[in-house]
């Protein structure tokens, strides 16, 4: 069994900033991509920033140069940096692990966390 859970929402005013954290536990042998993904009310859930075992990171145009996404392989756990938040940010924020490989197992999972709500005020 593999649980992924999130932290350190909040509110925070236009212009803040906020630190996201996730970790991934259970019997895991490897986690291939981790990430952070959004969903805004009425919209579609759509990725942040992701970061691979290597060290590669992806970002959406709408983040760039204000969010940075960070990871440690040793602890499988992942964070995200939220700079210069604006109320277009405001969703409830979802870390996922993809491509974990679970010990005694061939098969690769995805796993996501339950959410954590981010509201950016104007």
């Known amino acids: 069994q593999v649980t992924v859970m999130e932290s350190g929402g909040g509110l925070v005013q236009a212009g803040g900033s906020l630190r996201l954290s996730c970790a991934a536990s259970?019997?895991?042998?490897?986690?291939?991509?981790m990430g952070w993904y959004r969903q805004a009310p009425g919209q579609q859930r759509e990725m942040v920033a992701e970061i691979h075992s290597n060290g590669t990171a992806n970002y959406a145009d709408s983040v760039k140069g204000r969010f940075s996404i960070s990871r440690d392989n040793a602890k499988n756990t992942v964070a995200l940096q939220m700079n210069s938040l604006q109320p277009e940010d405001t969703a409830v924020y979802y870390c996922?692990?993809?491509?974990?490989?679970?010990?005694?197992?061939?098969?690769?999972?995805?796993?996501w966390g339950q959410g954590t709500q981010v509201t950016v005020s104007s």
């Open positions: 996922a692990a993809g491509g974990v490989k679970v010990y005694l197992s061939g098969i690769y999972y995805d796993f």
């Open positions: 259970g019997a895991i042998f490897s986690i291939n991509t």
